[in-house]
């Protein structure tokens, strides 16, 4: 699993009462490296962070829903109805869960990159390589 699956299923409410995933250091450290990666300021990291302790721990404002009686919706409309977590929180979690998990996604960028950087173009900069991936791939979408 990456980091981003993590942080997804840190995220997930109805996966927060599962042992193995809370219990797991290396889980927690992905997680918060995914949540450095998206916050700016330590300020707001530490909002952010005080949040998700929070969430993780059935906390504050995450302590009135218990797990049994949550509704089977999405990750991401149950977040949207919860609203808890203001401006810092909610906003990271939607970041955070609409971002792709999709294996064969990168396996086509890699693809497409390979294609673009060969031995033949070895002398692209990744600024200009990574230019021509994305006319390349957005072509692919115009036919």
Known sequence: MTNLHYARAFLNPYLLGEVCLHDDV?????SNTVLRKIISTPTTY???LRDFANFVESQGPFSNTPP???PRLAPNKW????GVGGRTFAPITYHILAQMCFTPSCEWNWNSYSFVHNKMR?????NLAEDL???Y???KLLL
Do not use: H, M
């Open 68 to 70: 049994n009686e949550r």
């Open 137 to 139: 791939t957005n072509s």
């Open 26 to 30: 290396d889980a927690k450290e992905a």
């Open 122 to 126: 070895n002398w692209l900069t990744s």
């Open 46 to 48: 530490a909002l952010v």
């Open 79 to 82: 977040w949207d109805l919860i």
């Open 133 to 135: 991936v994305c006319i």
